[in-house]
């Protein structure tokens, strides 16, 4: 026994000599059951999906590995717009998911893609976001159909539009155009004369690039770099800013009752770092894309009568129809009321 404790003893010596050691086991911060999400997204890793990819490292590297979330690029566990059918169906526990994409499918949620709401900041869209994402009626259509919660926004930036052709210098040179707008923003773009194409992030770039849309609305900056838009159009606008769209991070009800209290505790965390992660990836896209989109295309600034002579059309006309729509199924206008008071 002796002999073998200086022989450790002299191999440790001999490792501390030459500048290696065999680290030991970590140990995890928060202790718990082994633990894999598989999270469904459409496209590839960008400024997007930077908040889950937070999660990601921050649940793995808290728990040493034993909480996992398996981030899915490319719909590889199914279309963008059956991410709900298949999380209720078990096929994974989580994905992004554009209420615009399936409209009918969650309906009061929809009144997040209205246009112009006045939402002045990234802050003030979270809580706008968050204030009907708790909402009884919103959170409730979602729970009830589809057995999930929105557990937090991808905040996604006011739209722009980048196009070919003649740029649109006039709200009026929209008319006749044929434009992808999804929402309430594809409601402000008809009442200009717009024709709407409402096809998904990964069918754009062919219809501009083959002429069957003329422009595009996108987040601004960062979607319109991903999916490469940029190097087909030859103008963007840079102050329409019509709205954006909620595109929710959803978890499946079911797998978030499975969580040990101590893993939900993280994913609380983890969600305060992927907004911080969303924030910081949005704002390297503006200083790498807009100046180049400055250099190679035509810019498109709208003056301020202008602008509120879009609103005048595509504002109050739309949140009243929207209104009117579903007013027969929930109270369609206490949503947009609240709306309205979480952004004050």
């Known amino acids: 026994m002796k ?14 000599a030459c500048g ?30 930077a908040d889950v990819e937070a999660w990601k490292k921050h649940v793995e590297a808290e728990t040493n590995g034993k909480f996992k979330i398996k981030i899915y690029y490319g719909d590889q566990l199914g279309g963008k717009k059956q991410n709900l059918d298949n999380i209720k169906a078990g096929v994974f526990e989580a994905s992004k998911v554009c209420w615009a994409y399936h409209a009918g499918k969650n309906k009061a949620m929809t009144v997040l893609n209205l246009p112009f709401l006045p ?4 802050d003030m869209q979270r809580k706008v976001a968050q204030t009907i994402h708790e909402n009884p009626i919103a959170a409730g259509e979602i729970k009830k159909k589809w ?35 999804l929402g309430g923003m594809a409601g402000a773009m ?34 319109h770099s991903a999916y490469k838009i940029d190097e087909v159009a030859t103008w963007f606008t840079s102050n329409m800013s019509p709205g954006t769209n909620d595109c929710p991070n ?31 990836a949005y704002s390297a896209k503006d200083k790498v894309n807009l100046p180049k989109w400055r250099k190679n ?48």
């Open 3 to 16: 002999h073998s404790k200086l022989k450790l003893l002299a191999i440790a010596g001999a490792a501390v």
């Open 20 to 49: 290696t050691f065999v680290a030991a086991p970590a140990v995890a911060a928060v202790d718990g059951p082994a633990v894999t999400w598989k999270f469904n997204v459409w496209g590839k890793k960008r400024a997007f999906t």
């Open 119 to 122: 939402i002045k900041n990234f």
């Open 147 to 181: 057995n999930v919660f929105a557990f937090s926004s991808s905040n996604l930036p006011q739209y722009e539009f980048l196009g070919r052709g003649k740029p649109p210098k006039k709200l009026e040179d929209y008319k006749g155009m044929t434009v992808r707008a």
């Open 190 to 223: 008809r009442a200009l004369g717009a024709s709407i194409a409402t096809m998904t992030a990964t069918e754009v770039y062919q219809a501009i690039d083959r002429g069957a849309a003329d422009a595009v609305s996108f987040p601004s900056t960062y979607a």
């Open 250 to 280: 959803v978890i499946s009800l079911a797998a978030w009752g499975k969580l040990p209290e101590q893993y939900k505790k993280l994913m609380y965390q983890a969600r305060e770092k992927g907004y911080a992660a969303l924030k910081a």
């Open 297 to 344: 295309l035509t810019e498109i600034k709208y003056s301020d009568a202008e602008l509120a002579r879009f609103q005048a059309v595509g504002g109050q006309p739309v949140y009243d129809k929207w209104v009117a729509k579903h007013k027969g199924e929930f109270d369609a206008q206490g949503l947009l009321d609240a709306v309205l008071a979480a952004a004050k």
